[in-house]
């Protein structure tokens, strides 16, 4: 594993000391090597943050004191909230930790547990537990922080790609109308943030069963308005009546067929979209959307069938372009015999030797 990036921003140095020394001690014990930044005034904070960004580099773990009056430029008494705010917003994935004596203040800790609640702060480190226990402070946290760490590093693959598709859809309308195509615009973002939010929350939120079906369908649902953009019902039956030979040769399906009823289907959309053969991993992904909706049918979600989900809509959004995988394939490697592990093996093979 690469080093781990950590941001520690503090305006005292002993305490950005204890925390270097508990990091180090840490990487020792479990074989991991830590990147340090520090920052030591609220200014210098935000400035580092925003330079990492700009060359999109990002932090795995930030440390951020909240009170900076000991910083006498323009350090205030809640200027880590704001830091906070700031690191967020450049990066949802990085885990933001509390670095503070006085969370727990009657001015201070309202602000805190909405910010908790809102998914900005994975958890606080306490500074006066450093000095009343300074063997065990640290480690006991810090050991959670690095398991959750480990096991959502493929988040990150999700949220590069989720980057790369917005800003193809910013250059590449989806629309001729102007309108139309900010409002699926609009749309496909919210699912992809939505989507990238209950997956970093996922162990905190519980039902699995019920959260994997929720996600997959939205990623279903955004793959939907894409296929459609504004082609005309018309349009897309006499287009997907074209293909369907194509795909189902693509697909191994000599029966393939749309719905008997008048309904125009996600899978007449799909099928206009593409003939290509990509189109076998649209077809994947409704076919997992239609039997998870099915309860008769035994099909439990699982996180491989989501990740190819993420990856199906990338291949589709932003043709020609690899999707980042390195991590992804990192969590097929550590959990190959899920359900859908098979079937996210294929996509990244096709990820892998077939776009250049």
């Not at 009546?241 to 693509?250: E, L």
Request: aromatic content about 10%; charged content about 30%; proline content about 2%.
């Amino acid at each position: 594993m690469k080093p781990i990036s950590v941001f520690i921003a503090d305006d005292y140095e002993d305490p950005r000391e204890i925390l270097k020394k508990s990091l180090i001690d840490f990487g020792k014990q479990e074989n991991l090597e830590f990147s340090i930044t520090e920052a030591d005034t609220y200014s210098s904070a935000i400035q580092v943050l925003e330079e990492k960004a700009r060359q999109k580099e990002y932090f795995d773990i930030q440390f951020i004191d909240i009170d900076f009056t000991g910083d006498e430029n323009r350090g205030k008494a809640d200027s880590g909230f704001s830091i906070i705010e700031k690191a967020f917003q450049i990066c949802q994935l990085s885990i933001i930790l509390t670095f503070s004596a006085q969370f727990k203040s009657i001015k201070l800790h309202p602000v805190f547990v909405d910010l908790v609640k809102r998914g900005l702060v994975a958890d606080a480190f306490d500074k006066n537990a450093s000095i009343d226990n300074p063997e065990q402070w640290f480690e006991i946290h810090f050991r959670r922080i690095i398991k959750d760490f480990k096991e959502n590093l493929f988040l990150w693959d999700i949220w590069e790609n989720n980057k790369t598709i917005q800003n193809y859809l910013k250059d590449h309308p989806v629309a001729k109308d102007q309108i139309a195509n900010l409002q699926i615009f609009s749309e496909i973002e919210n699912y992809l943030d939505t989507t990238l939010m209950l997956l970093m929350n996922r162990g905190k939120i519980g039902a699995e069963h019920i959260l994997n079906r929720s996600l997959l369908q939205m990623y279903h649902r955004a793959l939907e308005i894409f296929c459609e953009g504004d082609k005309s019902e018309k349009e897309i039956r006499e287009i997907a009546d074209k293909n369907v030979r194509a795909v189902a040769a693509i697909i191994n399906k000599n029966d393939l067929k749309f719905t008997r009823d008048d309904r125009l289907s996600a899978l007449h959309k799909i099928v206009a979209h593409s003939a290509s053969p990509i189109s076998k991993f649209g077809y994947k992904v409704n076919n997992y959307r239609n039997n998870a909706m099915h309860q008769s049918k035994k099909f439990d979600v699982d996180t491989a069938n989501i990740l190819f989900g993420s990856l199906a809509l990338h291949l589709y959004m932003v043709p020609g372009v690899k999707p980042k995988i390195e991590r992804i394939r990192e969590f097929y490697n550590n959990n190959s015999k899920l359900s859908g592990a098979k079937d996210l093996k294929e996509l990244m093979g096709y990820v892998s030797f077939q776009i250049n």
